[in-house]
């Protein structure tokens, strides 16, 4: 793992940003997966800024969603797609035919799993995959628990996913979690971990201890052989 220690969030932003246009340059049918949250939000902007000055860059770029909160209505402003929709997807013209994400409120929410699993066997593996650090280790929602899942499940959500930003503003909660499995996560050929903030240095600690364990996920990156960790300086302790 590449671990790359950044003064500013701006800083990690940038280089972030760089590495997926550089990605983008040499594979312009990239399949991007992407995370949701604080994380990733300026480097999506950043993305953005570069979409004005070299729009063709993204005319085959396609993006696959990393994890949705389930039972929330899919235009409700704390779901992962509308997150996707303002930061990325709109700004970057990804066309729903280039684009594939769990729906945040199915009938059946074993049947889209089902369907995205399909989806992503036929366009993928994930070129390269955006992550953010959870407070408790998560990827996604794979949460801590004695035991992983490799592919697209229903996720029970630990009461620490609910206090993240995104959940914690939501009048009705979410019920469960659909998310890409840790398999799913780590047949990507590349992988980007973005994370900053002086409240993940308990986490990041643990993280960087190298020692891989179920009850910290995001452990599993280490066995990955093309990993870069960007982190903020203030992350570590
Ligand atoms: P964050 O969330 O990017 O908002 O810190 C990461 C996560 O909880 O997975």
């Not at 993204?58 to 969603?65: G, H, N, V």
């Not at 995205?116 to 995959?129: A, N, S, T, V």
């Not at 592919?151 to 993240?164: P, V």
């Amino acid at each position: 793992m590449e671990i790359d220690i950044r003064n500013t969030y701006e800083e990690l932003s940038q280089r972030a940003k760089d590495i997926i246009i550089q990605e983008i340059k040499k594979n312009e049918r990239l399949l991007l997966c992407t995370a949701t949250g604080g994380s990733p939000s300026e480097t999506y902007h950043m993305l953005g800024n570069e979409y004005q000055k070299q729009p063709k860059l993204f005319d085959e770029l396609r993006i696959i969603k990393l994890d949705e909160w389930g039972g929330m209505p899919m235009d409700h402003p704390s779901t992962c797609e509308s997150y996707l929709q303002a930061h990325l997807l709109q700004p970057l013209h990804i066309s729903a035919s280039r684009y594939i994400g769990f729906n945040s409120d199915p009938e059946d929410p074993l049947i889209e799993c089902q369907y995205i699993q399909e989806k992503l066997k036929r366009e993928g593996p994930i070129d390269l995959c955006i992550l953010g650090l959870g407070m408790n280790g998560h990827l996604a929602f794979n949460e801590p628990a004695d035991f992983l899942h490799p592919n697209c499940h229903i996720a029970e959500l630990t009461e620490e996913s609910l206090q993240h930003p995104m959940a914690y503003e939501m009048s009705v909660k979410p019920t469960y979690g659909l998310t890409l499995g840790m398999a799913d996560i780590l047949h990507a050929k590349m992988i980007l971990i973005l994370i900053g903030g002086i409240h993940k240095r308990p986490i990041v600690g643990k993280f960087l201890s190298q020692r891989i364990t179920s009850l910290v996920p995001a452990s599993f990156l280490w066995l990955h052989p093309n990993v870069v960790c960007l982190i903020e300086k203030n992350a570590i302790e």
